[in-house]
Every structure is written in C-alpha cells, then in structure tokens.
C-alpha cells in the first residue's frame, strides 16, 4: 500500500507538472476549449485567461537552475516513476533559454494550461506546436531511464501507458496522450471499473454539464473581480459529498469501486448518518478555498500578485478572528532589506475571542466518533479565563515587528569572525507603551537603568548594552504614545521615523517578506559565523532570486493570504 500511495503521489506531481498558473488575463475563457472538457462538478479547477510566456516567469524565477532531484532524499524508484522526475526536470532546466523550453515541450511562445480533477483523478492539460518535437523528448527520457510504456490509441488521441506500481493487484498508470494538438498528463485505474474516467480525461466522452457551461466562472469574477490572470478553486462540499454520501457524485463512486477492492470497511465510519450530518454542516460553513493571480512584466521583471481565500460562513469565528487583529506596520521596499515579519494583534480582544472560537467548536456536541474525539481534545476549561489573566498586563498591544535590513562580517578580525555590520530594526505597538515598559522594569532589574520619555527622541543605548552583555554594537531606542522602537544602523533609524508616525490602525494578522539572494546571503554569514556549515534544505534555496510578501488577514469572505512576488533580475 506504501508503494501505490508513492506511485499515485509522484503521478499526481506529473499531472501538475509545469503548471506555473499565475497569468494575465484580457480575454473571456468561457470560449476556451479546454474549459468545455471539465465537469462542472469537479472538485478543483485551475485555469488561465490568456496565453502566458511560461519561459518568462519560470526563467525569472530561477527554477532552470533546481533540479527536483535534490528533494528526494535518495529515495528508490521504479524506472517508470524515475521517468516522471526525470521528464520534470528536464522541463526546469530547459528554462536557461526560450527556444529550449519550446525544442523540449513542443509548446509555442505562450500557452494556457488548465488543470482539474475526475473526482479523485488529476488532469493537466497542455496546448502543443509541435507533437513530434513532444514525443521526441518523451522517447529520450524513456531511453534515459529504462521506462517501459503500453501504446494505446482513442480515435485521433495517442497515448502511452507507464506502470507506476509494482504489484499485481494494485495498478495505476500513467497517460500522456496527444489528442487536437493538446497533450494531456493524467491517470488511469482500472479497480476504480466503469469509474475510470480515462476517456473522459482524454476528451473522447465529453461531460454533461462543462465547466464553461456553467455559472462557476461568472460567480468567481463577481465576487472576486475580473483583474485576475488565473482562478483556481478546491471545493470542500464536493469532496465531503463524496466522501458521506453515496453515489452522490464522481468521488463517492469512485471511493465505492475502491472499497469493492478491499475488505477493509474504511468508508464505514464516515458515512454514518451522524458523521454525514455533521461534517456536511461543517462543509456548508467552510464550502471552497479559492486560489486568484495575476502575471505581469515590469522592466523585464517578472510579479504574480494574488491571494488565497478560505472561504467562510462561520460568522462567529470570522468575527473572532477579525476582533484581534492588530497594527501592521506600513513599510519600506522589500528590496531594500533582508527579511521583515510581523505580528498583528489586539491582545485585549484575544481572551474574548479565543473564549468565542473555543465555544463555537464545542456546540453542537458532535455525534461522530471522530469529530467527538477533536471536541474532546478541547477539553472542559474555556481557556479564555487563563488567557484574560496572561494578556492582563499586555491588553494595550496592538503588534510587533522584526525587519533585518543589512547585515555583513568580518572575516579579517584577528580574533575571528566579527559582525561588521548590524542593521535591524524591532517595534512593539501599544496605546502608551511607556506603561509596558514600567512593568518590564519591575521584573528585569537591568532595565531600571533604562530611562526613555515618550517624546520620540532617539536614546543612545550603546553603552548600557555594552556593560550589561559586553556586546559592542549601536543601538537605539525612540518611544511615544503608541510605539516602541528598538534600532542598530542608518536604514532602520529611517524606517524606526516613518513607523513612529503611524497611527494604531487594525491591518491585519501577520506579514512577511524576504528578499531570497539577500537571505540566503545572511545565512551563508551566519553559517560562517558560528562555523558551521549551512542547512541542506536551505541550499536547495540558494539559486532563487525571488522577492516575497505575504499578509494573513481577515474579512467577511473568509480567511485570506494576499501574496506578491518578484523577481530580483530581469528576464535575458
């Protein structure tokens, strides 16, 4: 079972190979082809508005430079399975110049993927130029790796067949197939029977009610706007339908061919009326997470800028939630620092709202063994109590934040490397945070010594740090009404000035940004700093050349992650 589960991953990872989704729109895709192929009842859908220059973003992005071997541990795989990897990495190191990528995909200049699910089978879906340039890529990396495939054919449609799974009864294969110049990545599954959505997947049977047929597409755009290049969607009702109720849908079928297969009542437990009752509640409350972007050029400069929303109708854990967000600071470019995190949070509204969430997961009480089993775990004490005693002397907080902005070593030091250089930059938000910082005073003695009026003047602490840690470093220190500033280094002096202006706003949850080359350069001194060598999943990271921001927020949709990323160097 281990090995069908590894042969089904990796062919889910081929079926999403290469799809980048973040494109920009100018065009109506409801007279896109594709979208007439996709089920309006399928679970995912993922899909552009116009043709997109994928090598643009993927060379922008630096992934010509990773190989996916790096992230497989040495782990062994069949030939066929060894296929797939191999076929994706190709396709990222073909990035290094336009007609490459063309010559290997047998793509044109810019293409429009979609990407969607046969209730629990994954499709991708590609526009091709030239098929014989595609099959001839596809027949070298067979020789590369020793992969054996069955040839099939469906009409105009050609396909190959490469078994991913060792043993006799468990048997999945994956299709690519050329059909109408348009490749298709999927897979096939026989135990599922007359549920096997092969020709379905490959175009031959077309579904009752499309995608483009139906209102889903207009329903995203007015809610979300029309700004987007790409729109994607996981329907939680769907696959909890699927899941409780039977043959209500392609997954519930789906999920009955498989349990055919198996003695193992393992859909038992969930369809029980209480189970199918309860979580179908849930669903309705949380019915979709919602994927939006758009691609841009900008001086030869790559952005996808977009969000992601969970979707919600709980009103009183939307309202919760919204209660305790907190300050988050306006700032700078993130191209002119490091890394920046932030923490927005009305700690007075905490108590209360942690009080709300925890009651509004504890009722109704659920009959379902294992939604029991979670309110169980929730225990009986409301843990608003002890969080109103914690928060009791930090109830004015409203946020902190970390920005680092520059950082050098160095190495000439005759006793070793030194830091040379130290710009960073911590705020505390609070409606008078000169009260924080009294308390603070009676529980650290050190900080007695410590006198700052909530004028806004800079105070030199440098010496303070010096005799208290032997720490030789600038550092200073700006209070007033409503910040706390601690700072070492000219940028954040600057930054330190623009926050202290800024009023305690509610913005939201939490904020982050990193300049990857920048980061990965502070951690490579870091790494010679304290002798020791830099973390093997952090190498993996070292050809980026990406910017990133992402804000956790609250609004009446839902939970949202507004995200925004840039390359650091144009396109060659």
């Known amino acids: 079972m281990k090995k069908l589960i590894l042969a089904a991953a990796i062919a889910a990872t081929a079926a999403a190979g290469g799809y980048f989704y973040h494109l920009d729109p100018k065009t109506d895709s409801d007279i896109d082809p594709l979208l007439t192929l996709i089920p309006a009842e399928s679970a995912f859908v993922s899909f552009a508005t116009e043709d997109y220059d994928h090598y643009q973003y ?7 430079q990773e190989s996916l071997y790096d992230y497989l541990d040495d782990r062994e795989l069949t030939a066929e399975q060894a296929f797939i990897i191999q076929y994706l990495d190709g396709y990222l190191q073909s990035a290094v110049d336009k007609q490459t990528l063309k010559t290997y995909l047998g793509t044109p200049d810019n293409i429009k993927p979609v990407m969607y699910t046969l209730g629990l089978v994954p499709v991708y879906k590609l526009q091709l130029e ?10 070298q990396v067979e020789q590369e790796t020793g992969a054996t495939y069955q040839a099939g054919q469906f009409g105009e449609v050609t ?7 060792e043993e006799e009864d468990e048997d999945i294969g994956l299709i690519i197939a050329v059909g109408n110049q348009v490749a298709t990545f999927t897979l096939d599954l026989p135990m599922l029977g007359e549920e096997n959505p092969l020709k379905l997947a490959l175009g031959i049977e077309k579904p ?3 995608f483009a047929q139906s209102d889903r597409f207009s329903e995203l755009k007015t809610k979300y706007g029309q700004q987007y290049s790409n729109y994607a969607y996981l329907d939680h009702q769907a ?10 849908n392609r997954i519930a079928r789906q999920l009955e061919a498989l349990q055919q297969q198996t003695s193992e009542p393992f859909l038992n437990e969930i369809r029980h009326p209480a189970c199918q009752a309860e979580l179908t509640a849930i669903a309705r409350n949380w019915p979709r997470t919602v994927g939006l972007a758009e691609y841009s050029m900008h001086n030869g400069q790559a952005a996808i800028k977009g969000k992601l929303v969970i979707e919600s109708h709980n009103q009183v854990i939307i309202n919760a939630l919204k209660a305790i967000r907190g ?7 993130p191209t002119e620092r490091i890394f920046s995190i932030g923490l927005g949070l009305d700690v007075s509204k905490l108590a209360t709202s942690v009080g709300s969430i925890w009651n509004d997961l504890r009722q109704p009480s659920y009959s379902c063994d294992f939604l029991a089993d979670f309110q169980q775990s929730l225990g009986d004490e409301n843990p608003a109590t002890m969080l109103s005693l914690g928060a009791s002397m930090l109830g004015s907080v409203k946020g902190m934040h970390f920005a680092l902005n520059d950082l050098t070593l160095d190495t000439e030091h005759p006793f070793g490397p030194q830091w040379d250089k130290l710009d960073f930059l911590f ?16 529980f650290v003695p050190e900080l007695a010594q410590l006198t700052l009026e909530a004028n806004g003047e800079p105070i030199d602490l440098s ?5 208290e840690t032997g720490i030789q470093t600038p550092l200073f220190a700006r209070l007033n009404d409503k910040h706390l500033a601690l700072y070492s280094g000219a940028q954040s002096a600057t930054s330190a000035e623009a926050i202290l202006k800024q009023p305690l706003t509610a913005k939201g949850l939490f904020q982050f940004d990193v300049n990857m080359p920048r980061f990965m350069e502070a951690m490579r001194l870091a790494a010679e700093f304290s002798g020791e060598e830099l973390p093997e999943e952090l190498m993996h990271e070292s050809t980026s050349n990406v910017i990133t921001q992402f804000v956790i927020d609250i609004n009446d949709s839902g939970i949202t992650v507004d995200y925004h990323q840039h390359s650091t160097t144009p396109v060659q």
Do not use: C
Request: no cysteine.
């Open 208 to 210: 009752q009610l499309s």
């Open 463 to 467: 010496t303070l740090v010096s005799a």
């Open 130 to 139: 030239n098929s014989d340039a595609f099959w001839r890529t596809i027949s």
């Open 239 to 248: 696959i909890i339908q699927g899941l409780t109720q039977p043959a209500s």
């Open 58 to 64: 993927l060379h922008a992005f630096g992934y010509a």
């Open 327 to 333: 300050f988050l600071p306006e700032v700078t470019d």
């Open 159 to 165: 396909y190959r067949r490469y078994r991913l799974t």
């Open 427 to 442: 705020t505390l938000s609070a409606n008078q945070p000169e009260n924080l910082l009294l308390s603070a005073q009676m």
